[in-house]
């Protein structure tokens, strides 16, 4: 079971894997750089050679490990500018993804900013067409996050990433998969309270994505009920999703294998995550 949290790389991207193995993380998320600023200081070879190093000494593997981009990147802004703007920085932390060997960076894949959903969309499957032909030899997936739909937020339902999947490129295409998150899919309107919903999520799922494509968790309880469309997580158990949810999931052969990681509130120890995992882990039968 890959299970875990989103962990600070407060004194260098390696000091998260540390932190991570401390509280017993099997599966670590990550940002590579500030996620509220631009610019980064490269990955120097140095940077990436700790990383490997810290990675085989806390006997973590690649596929334990997923990174989160920047929330400045909107890659289905109508403005060209930002859109330019955003489509350079995502290339980067795709690079930066590349030389710390982290096989899937997550994206919140943008907001149409009042253009429309179905413009917003062909932006968004535009720009990872391009950045990602850009990168043919590059071993890193992008995953899309199913969103709360906050705002004009993109990729709130499922067939909003069907779409993305069906604009991009066949050359391309394989490089897309999808990271859930809990709280988002509630938030969202997708109800999966109880065993016959979570069926017919899956299945719904399946037919507008391909269950293929799932390649990661985030597991997050919501502060706000079903359908609020506000994106406000809440630790496990406290909040609208309630435990049932998160028992299906974990207990769900089809995800087993999947990274699971919270992005919970949590302390400068990390003893809400602690608390987190342990009930999630209770819940596996």
Known sequence: MKLGAHISIAGGCYNALTRGKEIGCTAVQLFTKNANQWAAKPVSPEDAELFKTTREQTAYTKADLIAHDSYLINLASPDDVLWEKSLQAFGHELDRCALLEIPALVTHAGAHMGTGEDAGLERIAAGLDRVLTERPGQDVMVLLETTAGQGTSLCYRFDHIGRVLSLVGPEVRGRVGVCWDTCHMLAAGIDFSDKDKYALMLEEFDREVGLDRLKAIHLNDSKKGLGCRVDR?????????????????????????????????????????????????????
């Open 233 to 285: 997580h809440e630790h496990i158990g406290k909040g609208a999703l309630g435990l049932e949810p998160f028992r299906l999931i974990m207990n769900d052969p089809n995800l087993a294998c999947l990274p699971k990681v919270l992005e919970t509130p949590k302390g400068a120890d990390y003893a809400e995550d602690k608390e987190n995992m342990a009930l999630l882990r209770s819940l596996i039968a």
